[in-house]
């Protein structure tokens, strides 16, 4: 099956400091990237899509210059969480496709990120 | 705008017994209705997932059940084993993406 990877799996920063998450597609291309956050005892919520080799999509309310993604290949995509605050902290999840539509998304483990 | 809503937000089910969640949605534009199992600390990990032409879906001990007059589907789970306490998902999906049920913390006691 898909296999999509995340690092780090944890991570603490400092406040003000920026951290970046990586997720890969280990045995496919992956078009289409997604991004989600997801507090404690709650459901994900879409933060962006990506597309390989263009800007992401991001969702109402979500800050694109906080939340910088970059997806440069077909395996990766980045997000990086800039001058990151305490009500940051959370799980972000990736997930990715290969055909571009939504329902065949493949998630990563998460990556669960502390600011103190 | 809760778009998808699930039903009970918890649930305690003997070993051996059914387990049951919910699920409505709005949007009569979704094309695909999967289930997520995720473990504490871990991704959601596909489960099984519905079309809307088909009323009834199983897999092993899952089963998806679905009225589309109604808009509502359930998931069922037979024979629920210690092993399947887990969070719940259910979602719905269109093209450009997929959006989650608020999820069912199941718990199965030993």
């Known amino acids: 099956g898909a296999v999509v990877s995340q690092h780090p799996s944890r991570v603490i920063c400092k406040s003000g400091t920026s951290v970046k998450i990586e997720c890969r597609s280990l045995d496919f291309q992956a078009t289409t990237m997604f991004w989600y956050r997801q507090f404690p005892k709650q459901s994900l919520m879409l933060m962006a899509t990506?597309?390989?080799?263009?800007?992401?999509?991001?969702e109402q309310g979500v800050e694109k210059d906080k939340f910088l993604i970059n997806h440069a290949s077909l395996t990766l995509s980045t997000l990086t969480v800039t001058s990151a605050h305490p009500e940051d902290s959370s799980f972000y999840i990736c997930s990715a496709t290969t055909g571009g539509r939504a329902y065949e998304q493949y998630f990563g483990p998460g990556t669960r990120l502390t600011v103190t | 705008q809760q778009q998808v809503k699930q039903s009970p937000q918890s649930l305690i089910v003997q070993k051996g017994g059914i387990s049951i969640i919910n699920c409505a949605y709005e949007n009569t534009a979704f094309d695909y209705f999967p289930w997520y199992q995720q473990f504490p600390g871990k991704g959601p990990a596909l489960l099984i997932a519905i079309r809307p032409d088909v009323s009834e879906k199983k897999e092993g001990r899952f089963t998806i059940s679905f009225n589309k007059s109604a808009k509502q589907f359930s998931l069922h789970i037979m024979d629920s084993q210690p092993g399947d306490s887990a969070t719940y998902f259910c979602a719905a999906s269109r093209d450009d993406k997929i959006i989650f049920g608020k999820g069912t913390r199941l718990h199965i006691l030993p």
């Open positions: 990506s597309n390989e080799g263009s800007k992401a999509t991001y």
